[in-house]
């Protein structure tokens, strides 16, 4: 059975920074294709940030590019998320998932393409 579990949320002022992480039990950690997603209050569950395989294939939403980074450590079974020069409208609960594609890629930006979710984190940026 896999499991994902994501820690690190909390409050944050506006322009300060934080990092996600999410460790997967269970299953091959280094063959999944792992993503961030986020859902704010009366929004939709949107995509952040993906990773391939190896960590050597990225993919972000352009609302994030550039502030959200995200990593991987294969053999700790985890997926990072930095969040630095954070806004207000990053505000959400994160999610952290898990795609078994079968292939090496990060353009997986839909929901319906994962297989495994997290509970989620709370990430709050308010001043």
């Known amino acids: 059975q896999v499991q994902v579990v994501e820690s690190g949320g909390g409050e944050v002022q506006p322009g300060g920074s934080l990092r996600l992480n999410c460790v997967v039990s269970g299953g091959t950690f280094s063959r999944y294709v792992m993503g961030w997603f986020r859902q704010a209050p009366g929004k939709e569950r949107e995509f952040a940030a993906a990773i391939g395989w190896s960590g050597s294939i990225v993919y972000y939403a352009d609302s994030v590019k550039g502030r959200l980074t995200i990593s991987r450590d294969n053999p700790k079974n985890t997926v990072h998320l930095q969040m630095d020069s954070l806004k207000p409208e990053d505000s959400a609960v994160y999610y952290c998932?898990?795609?078994?594609?079968?292939?090496?890629?990060?353009?997986?930006?839909?929901?319906?393409?994962?297989?495994?979710w997290g509970q989620g984190t709370q990430v709050t940026v308010s001043s």
């Open positions: 998932a898990a795609a078994l594609t079968g292939v090496d890629i990060a353009t997986l930006a839909s929901a319906d393409d994962y297989d495994y």
